[in-house]
C-alpha cells in the first residue's frame, strides 16, 4: 500500500498508468505547532474530496490539532473517502482493516470515515466496521470538533445531515500536498444532474454555488503567497450560478431574481486577478457548457486552452439510458464550437464508461469511433461499476459480463494511447509558455511544468526554479509526455 501510496501521490495526472482509476491517495503533511493532538488525514476520490481534507485540516487546527504524515503517530486517523466505484469502497476497507490492527496495541486511537462512504453508508458504517469511531458526510465538517468531544466522552459519533446552503466559504483552506504553485478552489458543491450510473448526487447531495466575492479572495491570496496556478472545481462548474438575493439554487430558478453571477463572468473575475495567475476548472458537463464560457476562455490569455469534457460514451441510445441528457450530435457539436472558438491546439480531455448496462458491441464501437473524431489529449477510463441505490442499480440490470467490460475498456484504452501520441506529436517543433511546477520526477536534473493545454513539459534544469513561466522548444514527445529545452526568453 505505500508504495501505492507514493506512485500514486507523485504521478502527474497524464503520466498516471492504467487508467482505471483515476485517483490515487493524498496523504496530510507534518504541521508542528505544539498543539497536543495530531490528526492523521488520508483522502481518496476525486480533487473536491482533496480539496475538502484542506477544508476539514484547517477546522482541525483549529481545535487543537497538529497534522502528521505519519499515520503510527496519530491521535486521531480520518480517511476522507470516495465511493464512486466498488473498487474505491474496497480499497478503503482495506485500510481500515489495518488502521484496525493499529488500534489493538493502541486503544485511545480514533478512527474516522468521512467524506462520499459515509455519506452512502451512515450509521450502517459503525455496525459493518467495528473499529470506526466517527462517520462525518461531507457536508457536517465544521461539526468535527462536537463529534470528536462526543468520542472522546466514550460514545459513537455520527452527522451525514446534508444541506443546501454549505459552501464552506468562510474557511480558509490549509493546503496539503501542495508545490506552492498550483492549487484547487471549490466553486461550487453538490451535484443536481442524476446519471443514472452514478453515486454523487447522494453523497454530495444538491447543488449549489459559493460567493464569487470569496472565490476571488481566495484565488489573490494564492496569488500573493506566490501561487500562479488555480483550478476551479465543481461537479459541472457550467451551471455554477450565484445571487447576493438568494442562497440555494431551487431559489435562484424562480422568476424574478437579478445579479446573478454565472460561470462565465466568474471566470473573468478570476482571470482579472493578475495577468501571471492561470485559471483552470473542472469538470465541464457537455450539455451546459456555452459559447459563452468558450469566448470567455478565447478572449484571455490566462485562462488555460483546455477543457475536461465527459463524454461517458459515444452513442445515443447509451446516453440517454445514462440520463446525460445530450446525444452524441449534441457532443459532437460542442467539440467543434471548442475547435472553432478557441482552436484546434486546445486540449480536451474525456471519461468513458465501457459496459455500461445492455451496451452492446455495435454500440461500444460508436464510442470507439467518437474518439476518433475528437481526438482526444487524454483521457480517464473505466468499466461500468453497479453503485446501490443509483438510477441504473433499481432500474437497470448489469449485464455486460466483466470478461467483457475489460477488454472494451482494454480497446478504449488502445485507442487513448494513440490519439495521446497522436496529438502530442503535433506539438513537437512548436515553442509552448510553461508554468514550471517543481522537479521532473525522473531526474533532479530537469524540471516539469504544463502548458496551457495541459500538456506535462520535461527539459533540462538552467537557471529556473519553480513557480517561473519559461518558453520551452518541444523536440521530442511520448504518449505521456512533451520533452524540450528552453528557448530564448
Ligand atoms: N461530474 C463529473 C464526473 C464525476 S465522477 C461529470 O459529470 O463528468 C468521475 C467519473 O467517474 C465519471 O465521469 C464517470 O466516467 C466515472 N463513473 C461514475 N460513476 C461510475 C460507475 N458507477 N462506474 C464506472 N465509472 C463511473
Ligand atoms: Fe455524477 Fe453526472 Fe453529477 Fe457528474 S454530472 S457528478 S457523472 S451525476
Ligand atoms: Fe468519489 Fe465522492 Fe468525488 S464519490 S469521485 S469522492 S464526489
Partial sequence: ?????????????????????????????????????KLYIESYGCQMNFSDSEIVTSIMHQDGFDTTATAESADVIFLNTCSIREKAEQTVRNRLVHFNSMKKSRPGLMIGILGCMAERLKEKLLEEEKMVDLVAGPDSYRDLPKLISEVDGGTKA??????????YADISPVRLNSNGVTAFISIMRGCDNMCSFCVVPFTRGRERSRDPHSVVAEARGLFEQGFREV??????????????????????????????VNFAELLQMVADIHPDLRVRFSTSHPKDITDEVLHTIARNENICDYIHLPAQSGNTRVLNQMNRTYDRDWYINRVDAIRSIIGPECGISSDMIAGFCTETEEEHQDTLSLMDYVKYDFSYMFFYSERPGTLAARKFTDDVPLEVKKRRLQEIIAKQQIHSLERNKLEVGKIHRVLIEGTSRKSEEQL?????????????????????????????????????????Q
Wanted: proline fraction near 2%; glycine fraction near 6%.
Fill in 231 to 260: 483550478t476551479l472545481l465543481g461537479q459541472n462548474v457550467d451551471s455554477y450560478k450565484w445571487s447576493p438575493e438568494v442562497n440555494n439554487k431551487a431559489q435562484l430558478e424562480k422568476k424574478g431574481v437579478s445579479d446573478i
Fill in 448 to 488: 516539469q511544468g504544463r502548458n496551457s493545454a495541459n500538456k506535462v513539459i520535461v527539459f533540462d534544469r538552467g537557471n529556473h526554479q519553480k513557480g517561473e513561466y519559461v518558453n520551452v522548444l518541444v523536440t521530442d514527445c511520448t504518449a505521456a509526455t512533451l520533452f524540450g529545452q528552453v528557448a530564448e
Fill in 1 to 37: 500500500m505505500d508504495q501505492i501510496i507514493k506512485d500514486l501521490d507523485i504521478l502527474p495526472r497524464s503520466e498516471e498508468k492504467a487508467q482505471e482509476e483515476s485517483c490515487g491517495v493524498k496523504i496530510s503533511k507534518e504541521v508542528n505547532t505544539g498543539k497536543t493532538r
Fill in 158 to 167: 455520527v452527522n451525514t445531515f446534508l444541506s443546501r446552503e454549505e459552501t
